[in-house]
């Protein structure tokens, strides 16, 4: 009888020890590793409260399809569409657009978007300001454990000359741009897929993304 109750003291151990294993270890709470939701909640906001909240603008570029604006205490570059169509965000009001001897936009010059238009993209954010508490360098999956969001896919970007990752949150799209990656990365330039995302690095010189996701 006492070596069936030993027995199954064995094995109620055994089985503790396999659950324990399994169960992925919980994120410290004092870490503060997070995303950046003041950040995020840039993209459900105008204009006017963005320089509300961010203070002056300080820079304005691009020009025909799409402006950035930067703001005096933005995370980065925010989008709005700026077509001349009917779809268009900016308020052109014949505008003419003028640069000045380093070809930067003349502030006073540069069309602002729409009243109750809000943000659609911001663009060029350090990576350290979207995810705080992040660990650098790091890579995809590294994202993804402290994080926990959803990798959709990595690719090269021959237009900025960065390899591209991007991760799924709530109703946006986060994407991480990296001109770093492991050796063994092999890109087709044509159509811009690598052949291992597990060696792109991503480090403080990354930089962040995000959208909103619009569902087809």
């Keep these: 009888m006492k070596r069936v109750i030993l027995l199954m003291l064995f ?40 320089t509300e909240k961010h203070g002056e603008l300080l820079q304005v570029g691009g ?34 657009v003028l640069m000045d001897e380093n070809g930067d936009i003349i502030l006073e010059s540069a069309p602002k978007p729409k009243q109750g238009e809000i943000c ?10 979207m995810f705080i508490g992040l660990t650098l360098p790091t890579d995809v999956s590294g994202i993804e454990e402290a994080y926990l969001i959803a990798h959709i896919g990595s690719s ?12 799924s949150y709530k109703n946006g799209i986060i994407t991480i741009s990296t001109s770093n990656a492991k050796e063994g990365i092999d890109v087709d330039y044509i159509s811009g897929v690598i052949n291992d995302e597990t060696l792109l690095i991503f480090d403080k010189e990354s930089t962040v993304s995000i959208r909103i996701r619009y569902e087809s």
């Design 63 to 96: 020009i025909g399809a799409g402006f950035w604006y930067a703001f005096e205490n933005g995370y980065g570059h925010y989008f709005w569409s700026g077509d001349t169509g009917a779809g268009s965000q900016i308020e052109w009001n014949g505008h003419q």
């Design 120 to 129: 659609l993209f911001i663009d060029k954010i350090p990576i350290d300001k």
């Design 11 to 50: 094995i109620l151990l055994l089985l503790t020890m396999v659950a324990c294993a399994k169960t992925p270890p919980a994120i410290d709470e004092n870490s503060n590793i997070e995303i950046n939701s003041n950040l995020l909640d840039d993209l459900d906001l105008t204009y006017s409260e963005l």
């Design 156 to 167: 090269w970007n021959g237009h900025d000359d960065v390899f591209n990752s991007s991760f």
